[in-house]
């Protein structure tokens, strides 16, 4: 708003007038400048006032840092797909508001207003290439029109209801013999079943589980922060792997600093051992813990810059770190290392993915070794060890030895095959991404979902409660029919749709297929619109989320 000028008056009883910048609240007038009377101006004032006020309390969708990794970039590509948990957390949290479901990649701020969430899955897209995606976005023009989110790379698969493909699919348990197999002839010496490649960590992982990360700049400060090597080779089954563990002590700053490091190569030799002082005062030696006492660094000079140095002249380019949690370690020893096999993970003794079982429990249930013993404090040699011994046990058993998640995800696999045909190589994620289902019925909110006939065998029996029903419908025009009329009715809290697209080409159908969508929700409903078959195989989703917000009519016409 430019300032006020106040014309000079041609007589006594003149109104002031206010000659002010062209806004997007007013049109122009055609010399490019429009005068106000001092109460116009006061009431446009008040009008932006009340306007900026109830925009406040509008529901709205705010990707984090780990949310904009996950957005798509010109070609179609971005650095981290969400997983289906994460979309999962954003939809339950729609449902369910602040409590068990929280989304770490976004923020859906003012939960409390939303009307609804409705969910429409389209299969059947292939966006693989670069113009495959220039393509998408400028034939659905509709998600620009209402000002969608960027599109967010989500891993979920091409098709997950697709025909059983005898010739192409297998069983989880032939795949994992015939890798197996192959594996085995390949470490005949070594006699390694499962390769220690499968049991690196992948980014994703890595920044699910707070690994330090040169792009994750929001959780650490990279001060201090180096890399083992100025350049890295592709890790093999040949690659040598050392088994490192750190002592912590507290220190003035706030946190744990590295008090001692000790790593052990395959032979179960201890290469390197140090204790370290800290650059800061130490407050509490957690000695319960670290075993660490200040008699023992009375007279150590030993700097965490020293330890740096060192381990990186030990370490080759092809190296594979192995530790329990090992993202402590490396935060401790402020290393930043691609290639790690973190115990914690590959062995899971409850099925909760989730969780995480002590190294104490893990040595004694697998190895028969007690460790951690006494009030003395941990023996970072002794477990650095132990990691060792339990990858080389994995590697001498099989990728789901050890790890009650990955078994409990084969046998429902198995058994969901026996009963209906679904691809094998898409159930666990099919899975994952319809457990929001089951969630979802756990809520009083009443709900709906419409399908396709041909893709109801893989919803059949699932979930369908009084409160959540699951109807199946012959064509997609009935579908989105049906789910619209379920928008209409706001009592149901959750819709969704789950369409086939059979001419990928045809995106002009789908277009008006999102605006018909979009036109039947009511207002401060979340919209989340999922096209299946993204990346550079297909195998992932692109999603497109956005908030229904009302139109500011009645407030115009108040003033």
């Given at each position: 708003m430019g ?5 000079s008056?041609l007589?006594s009883?003149a109104?002031p007038?206010i000659?002010?910048k062209?806004t997007c609240?007013e049109p ?6 429009k ?7 006061l ?7 009340e306007?900026k006020?109830?925009l ?5 969708i705010?990707?984090?840092v780990?949310?904009q ?10 650095e ?17 508001g602040?409590?068990?479901?929280v989304?770490?990649w ?29 393509h998408?976005?400028?034939s659905?023009?509709?998600f620009?029109k209402?000002k969608f ?9 091409p098709?997950?209801?697709?025909d ?13 013999v015939?890798k ?8 005949v010496?070594?006699k390694?079943?499962?390769?220690r ?11 699910i589980h707070n690994y ?21 080779l ?8 050392y ?31 140090s204790?370290?002082?800290p650059?800061n ?5 957690l000695?319960i813990?670290?075993?660490?006492t ?9 700097t ?16 594979i770190?192995i530790?329990?949690?090992l ?6 020893l402020?290393l930043?290392?691609?290639?790690v ?10 099925g909760n993915k ?7 429990l ?9 460790i ?5 404090g ?5 477990d650095s060890?132990a990691?060792?011994l ?13 790890d ?10 198995e058994?969901?095959?026996?009963k209906?045909?679904?691809?094998v ?9 319809l ?15 419409h399908l396709k ?7 059949d029996?699932?979930?369908s ?7 199946e419908?012959s064509?997609n025009?009935?579908?989105l029919?049906?789910?619209c009329?379920s928008m209409e009715?706001?009592t149901?809290?959750f ?6 697209l059979k001419?990928k080409?045809n995106?002009?159908?789908?277009n008006?297929w ?7 929700m ?5 919209c ?8 550079a195989?297909g ?5 497109l989320?956005n ?10 016409d108040?003033?």
């Open positions: 300032k006020r000028k106040l014309m008056p007589s009883n109104q007038v000659k002010y062209r609240e122009p007038s055609s010399n490019g400048a005068t106000l009377t001092e109460q116009e101006y009431k446009l004032k008040l009008y932006l006032k306007k006020k109830i406040r309390t509008f529901p709205r705010l990707l984090n780990r949310g990794l996950s957005q798509l970039n010109d070609s179609g590509f971005s981290c797909p969400l997983l289906p948990s994460d979309l999962n957390e954003l939809i339950l949290y729609s449902v369910y602040p409590g068990k479901y989304p770490k976004s923020s859906l701020e003012m939960q409390c207003n939303l009307n609804q969430t409705c969910v429409l899955i389209i299969d059947g897209c292939e966006i693989k290439t670069k113009e495959d995606f220039s998408f976005k400028s659905l023009p509709m620009s209402y989110l960027p599109p967010i790379e989500v891993e979920l698969p098709s997950w209801c697709a059983y493909d005898t010739d192409t699919a297998t069983s989880i348990t032939d795949d994992v015939s197996s197999t192959s594996t085995q002839k390949e470490n010496e070594n390694e079943i499962c390769s490649t499968r049991l690196l960590m992948s980014l994703n992982q890595m920044m330090p990360l040169p792009t994750n700049k929001r959780q650490f400060t990279m001060d201090g922060f180096r890399f083992t090597k100025s350049h890295y592709p890790v093999t089954d040949n690659s040598p792997m088994a490192i563990d750190c002592e912590m002590c507290y220190t003035s700053i706030g946190r744990n600093e590295l008090t001692r490091v000790s790593i052990v190569n395959e032979q179960l030799e201890v290469i390197y051992e204790l370290v002082k650059t005062k130490i407050t509490n030696y000695t813990y670290s075993g660490i200040a008699s023992k660094l009375k007279n150590v000079k030993t965490l810059t020293d330890v740096q140095e060192d381990i990186i002249k030990i370490l080759s380019p092809d190296s770190l530790g329990q949690s993202n402590c370690d490396l935060e401790a402020k930043f290392h691609p290639y096999i973190d115990t914690s993970v590959i062995f899971n003794l409850n989730g969780s995480k079982s002590k190294l104490k893990l040595a004694k249930n697998f190895l028969d070794m007690n951690q013993c006494g009030n003395l941990h023996d970072s040699i002794e060890r990691t060792m339990l990858v080389q046990l994995k590697l001498c058993k099989s990728l789901t030895y050890g009650a998640y990955l078994i409990g995800q084969k046998r429902l696999a058994f969901v095959n026996k209906i045909k679904i691809n190589k898409h159930i666990e994620t099919f899975k994952k991404f457990g929001l289902l089951q969630s979802v019925s756990e809520s009083s909110a009443k709900g709906k979902v006939k041909n893709l109801m065998a893989a919803y029996n699932i979930w409660t009084s409160k959540l029903n699951i109807e419908h064509t025009k009935v579908v029919e049906s789910v009329k009715d706001t149901n809290r819709c969704m749709a789950h369409m086939q001419n080409n995106l002009d159908l789908v008006r999102c605006e018909k969508y979009w036109a039947a009511s207002s401060f409903a979340l989340a619109v999922l096209f299946t078959g993204c990346g195989e195998k992932n989703s692109v999603c989320l908030v229904k917000q009302p139109p500011l009519n009645h407030l115009q108040k003033f």
